[in-house]
């Protein structure tokens, strides 16, 4: 027994040094699927006072997406910290002074400027009964497709496989005014120039609108000023529907394609309403 095993061992040893130097086949690459699924609520960032407590709305949300930097990731959805206790904030503001106290006078919104997002992507607003979604957007965007109705990963890289070359060559066409997707023809613009002005302390806590019994008096000079800033602000927002595909610029620099694929609002008590997507990063 003991010399039969000595003879498998030696022949196995042969086996070996013979191919010590053999050749390593290479295999084929394997091209791995790496979309990303993402759901967003609407945001709402509205609150009351009652009896001395702060009594959140149902579907309280002031998270806003931001894309993935890395393949490790799916992104984040990190809280607007400017609604913490807020529920509108300034879009533009002038300090001015009355007996030594700081004032602020403000023309303000329930939600934040394009240019002033704190991520990529805020849902404003959703219609369920149109199955229609109005996103506030940071990146630079644009359409590339529409009616491409699945929520199957494999389906979407096979279509963006499938599309590589025209999807590639898409960015070669964006231009500044693809910036917040004011060039598409599914947008939305809003602008300011009809917001009351707001007066608020030095801690940012609203005193009342201009004109009010009991807020500060404030300069017409300061008024004119406050009117000509507002109208030169604006707002974007893209209405975008299930099947729609886009090319995206995040504001982290990555390059992504975007497939909506739901719009919807929940059954269960809040009813929250939700859109979600699926995400192919470009630069890996």
């Known amino acids: 027994m003991k010399k039969t095993n000595f003879i498998l061992v030696l022949i196995f040893s042969i086996i070996l040094n013979s191919c010590s130097e053999c050749p390593v086949k290479q295999s084929d690459p394997i091209f791995l699927c790496e979309t990303r699924i993402v759901t967003m609520e609407k945001f709402n960032p509205n609150f009351q006072i009652i009896q001395g407590q702060t009594v959140l709305d149902s579907d309280y949300n002031i998270s806003i997406y931001r894309f993935p930097d890395n393949s490790l990731s799916s992104g984040s959805f990190p809280n607007d910290s400017r609604f913490d206790g807020k529920f509108v904030i300034p879009l533009f503001s002038i300090p001015f002074t009355i007996d030594n106290q700081l004032y602020f006078a403000n023309i303000m919104d329930t939600y934040p400027t394009n240019s002033q997002l704190s991520g990529d992507i805020l849902v404003r607003d959703i219609d369920t ?15 590339f497709d529409k009616g491409i109705l699945t929520e199957s990963s494999q389906d979407f890289c096979n279509y963006v496989e499938a599309n590589q070359n025209n999807i590639k060559n898409s960015f070669n066409n964006y231009t500044s005014l693809n910036k917040y997707g004011e060039n598409q023809p599914n947008a939305i613009k809003s602008n300011f120039s009809n917001l009351p002005i707001i007066i608020t302390n030095n ?6 609108s201009v004109g009010s019994p009991g807020v500060p008096t404030v300069t017409n000079e300061i008024i004119t000023k406050l009117q000509l800033e507002s109208a030169k602000i604006y707002a974007i927002d893209l209405v975008v529907r299930p099947g729609d595909v886009y090319t995206y610029i995040a504001a982290n620099g990555k390059r992504f394609v975007i497939l909506f694929t739901e719009i919807r609002q929940s059954n269960i008590y809040p009813y929250r309403k939700r859109v979600s997507m699926m995400l192919y990063p470009l630069d890996k």
């Open 203 to 208: 801690l940012g806590e609203i005193i009342g």
């Open 129 to 143: 009964n149109s199955k229609q979604a109005f996103l506030r957007i940071y990146g630079s965007i644009s359409l």
